[in-house]
């Protein structure tokens, strides 16, 4: 199919420096928990992003030192010549589509605690190191023969992308991560030489390290620059107004690409649920833009072509910057020139991805099941192999893993038919899509059913629950259960595993109550042992219709899984601003004088909070009965296989659900038989 003329600025090339990228799709360096420790899974997923049309592929940070050593956090790393052939196969893979590939250079500086390398830290002050575990290590200051030799390890970096075949080479000064950053700084930065003081000398080192990159490396390789503009702390870091703009207008036309952002990586990534549009930094690139005459790149979950173009036009950007856009769909480039909008995987701004690298696992998506399983499974985002034999299938359930594992037998050629016991398709993500800034999630649905309606070897009964005996006379030889879970509502959970007793004289409720529309009763105490999203939105959605709200939860901050989602501080602070009680370290122990007796587990000092409704949010149970009754006699009664899927067999994130429902369409219909079970990228014995 020919690209829609409307979008065919972004299939125009831009020179960056000595090279030329093929289109204006950017996806810009993204961690991803495999990096140093898992090169062939690296390599494999950059290679289906520019197999899917992005024209500019980049790494995640790399560490270009052992001084720069963030471990345990999974990044790149080109300490010395021997992790070049490493990067060379990155860079082959992404080659191998006529992608350009970029690698970012990272010394983190102060950040880094050197937890492997075990070097002393170093940064422009003698601080307190910025890494997450709050480890107690300071960073010394850095003299000149620090800053000299941290200028030619820039260099030696440089040299040895160059030698990987990289076409860009990154000096980043971004996400409050690395040592020019820290520079720059107006409070990690104290010094009184001639890297200290004044806006100008305090980017001298930026400067510096941009200059002699080019020199090393120019003749062949673009020099981007990224570069976190705000860190939206006002005087306590660096702002658009004090360094930002100077910086861009001290070093306009020095970098070839300019890749502009706002630092922290949560206010760079910031998820659909706290900032739900498409191009949320926009109004920094546009500065940017009327400053340089070189390409800008930027980010802010673009998916939509008609916003990217009105970007470029609007003089907001040259490149469309993108990380999880390009995670959650690696071939919307191709869709879009290819003319198959409607088949985008749009991103739903969830996190997910990030979850994965900050726990240090392979990255995984909501949207895009394949995504870190590249290499260890030989999955691909657009591809499945037909079945030589299709059958037809009955599936039942139509929340993510039943739609996801439609969709694809139907993709493998099976006709499928689903049984769903409401009217409404979706399952949960239908219903949590309702909850305060969750509307985004109904994408999964949306994705799936957008193919599911429209094929007709795809029948789809709502409003049909099903029984274990209507499944056996139905007479399908194969049956998928994909019937959800729900939550518990005896108050057991992860902090506390005997059911809470004597609360008979309060309106106790779950989660699912309230998605159902069942009201609460006056003042509502809803007590999280859950820890990701469900109690906060719960509770802000039972505060917007005006009840008086206590959050209770074991955990020191609210909701910690969010965290690793890079959501956790908005979401502490949502709850205060929306004036939510918030009540941390407390265990319900049950019915007080007057509400709910809760308890500190440290202290074991007791409080009495007062609540007419209790919302319980602490674990989910399977529902997995259907499962149970057919699971040891289905062969008996004709059915050849079974399977159960997703949150009816383990409740889990969304994220899970999808890629239970995907796993068992590729491996149908042998189910147990899993040939990538333990397959792992093992170190070199030598
Ligand atoms: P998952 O996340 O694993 O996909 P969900 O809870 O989102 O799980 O979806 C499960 C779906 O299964 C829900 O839409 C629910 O209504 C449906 N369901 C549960 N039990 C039955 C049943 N016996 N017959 C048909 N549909 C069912
Ligand atoms: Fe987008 Fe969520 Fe996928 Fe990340 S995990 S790319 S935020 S859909």
Aim: aromatic share 8%.
């Amino acid at each position: 199919m020919t690209t829609d003329p409307k979008y065919a600025i972004l299939f125009e090339p831009v020179k960056i420096g000595p090279v030329t990228a093929p289109n204006r799709f950017y996806q810009v360096p993204h961690c991803n928990g495999m990096a140093h420790a898992r090169p062939k899974a690296l390599a494999a997923m950059r290679g289906v992003k520019a197999e899917g049309g992005w024209g500019v592929v980049s790494t995640e940070e790399v560490e270009i030192h052992p001084s720069a050593d963030i471990g345990p956090s999974i990044e790149g790393r080109l300490w010395s010549d021997d992790d070049i052939p490493y990067h060379a196969k990155t860079v082959e893979a992404i080659h191998a589509h006529g992608s350009l590939a970029a690698i970012q250079l990272a010394h983190n500086g102060m950040y880094a605690a050197n937890l492997y390398s075990r070097l002393a830290p170093m940064g422009p002050s003698h601080q307190a190191v910025l890494s997450g575990a709050s480890e107690p290590v300071q960073a010394r200051a850095m003299d000149k023969d620090d800053i000299r030799a941290l200028r030619r390890w820039y260099r030696d970096a440089a040299r040895r992308a160059q030698i990987a075949g990289y076409d860009i080479v990154y000096m980043y000064s971004g996400h409050g991560l690395t040592t020019p950053m820290h520079f720059l700084s107006p409070t990690l930065n104290t010094r009184t030489d001639e890297y200290g003081g004044s806006v100008e000398n305090r980017a001298r080192l930026i400067g510096e390290l941009i200059t002699e990159i080019k020199e090393e490396v120019g003749q062949t390789c673009g020099v981007a620059f990224r570069f976190g503009v705000d860190e939206l702390k006002g005087s306590e870091g660096i702002t658009w107004d004090q360094e930002g703009r100077a910086v861009v207008e001290m070093f306009a036309e020095l970098p070839d690409l300019w890749d502009v952002n706002i630092a922290s990586w949560a206010n760079d990534s910031q998820t659909a649920r706290f900032s739900p549009n498409e191009g949320y930094q926009t109004d920094y690139t546009k500065e940017v833009k009327s400053l340089t005459t070189k390409p800008v790149v930027g980010v802010g979950r673009f998916t939509s072509p008609d916003a990217m173009v009105s970007k470029i036009r609007g003089g907001l950007l040259d490149m469309i910057g993108a990380a999880r856009p390009s995670i959650a769909d690696p071939f919307l480039p191709n869709k879009i020139r290819d003319n198959r909008i409607d088949e985008i995987r749009e991103c739903i701004g969830c996190n997910i991805c990030v979850s994965g690298d900050m726990l240090s696992a392979p990255i995984r998506c909501t949207q895009n099941p394949t995504m870190g399983e590249e290499w260890r499974r030989g999955w691909h985002p657009e591809r499945i192999a037909k079945s030589d034999e299709p059958e037809p299938v009955l599936i039942v359930g139509a929340g993510p893993a039943g739609l996801e594992a439609a969709l694809q037998l139907s993709n493998r050629g099976h006709s499928v038919t689903i049984a769903e016991a409401t009217k409404d398709l979706g399952g949960r993500v239908l219903r949590e899509s309702r909850l305060p800034g969750m509307a985004s999630y109904i994408r999964v649905a949306d994705y799936r059913l957008h193919y599911l309606l429209q094929r007709p070897e795809v029948e789809i009964y709502r409003d049909s629950e099903l029984t274990a005996d209507d499944i056996r006379d139905f007479g399908f030889d194969h049956v998928i259960l994909a019937t959800g879970s729900h939550w518990r509502r005896d108050g057991i959970g992860r902090a506390q595993r005997k059911a809470i007793t004597g609360l008979d004289a309060l309106h106790v409720m779950t989660p699912d109550d309230i998605m159902d529309g069942v009201s609460a009763k006056g003042r509502v105490i809803v007590y999280d042992l859950d820890h990701y999203y469900h109690a906060t939105t719960i509770a802000e959605k039972l505060r917007t219709e005006g009840h008086d709200v206590a959050y209770v939860s074991d955990a020191a901050i609210v909701a910690p899984f969010t965290a690793m989602t890079l959501e956790q501080s908005r979401v502490q602070a949502s709850l205060y601003s929306n004036g939510i009680d918030v009540h941390l370290n407390r265990e319900i122990v049950g019915a007080g004088a007057n509400g709910i007796l809760t308890r500190c587990p440290y202290s074991g000092r007791e409080e009495d909070i007062e609540a007419d409704t209790l919302v319980l949010v602490t674990e989910r149970q399977p529902n997995d009965a259907l499962y149970l009754a057919l699971k040891n006699d289905h062969a008996a009664t004709g059915i050849k296989t079974l399977t159960c899927i997703g949150d009816a067999y383990a409740p889990s994130t969304v994220a899970a659900a999808i890629y239970a429902g995907h796993k068992a369409a590729r491996l149908f219909p042998d189910f147990d038989s899993d040939p990538a079970e333990f397959i792992w990228e093992r170190p070199s014995p030598d």
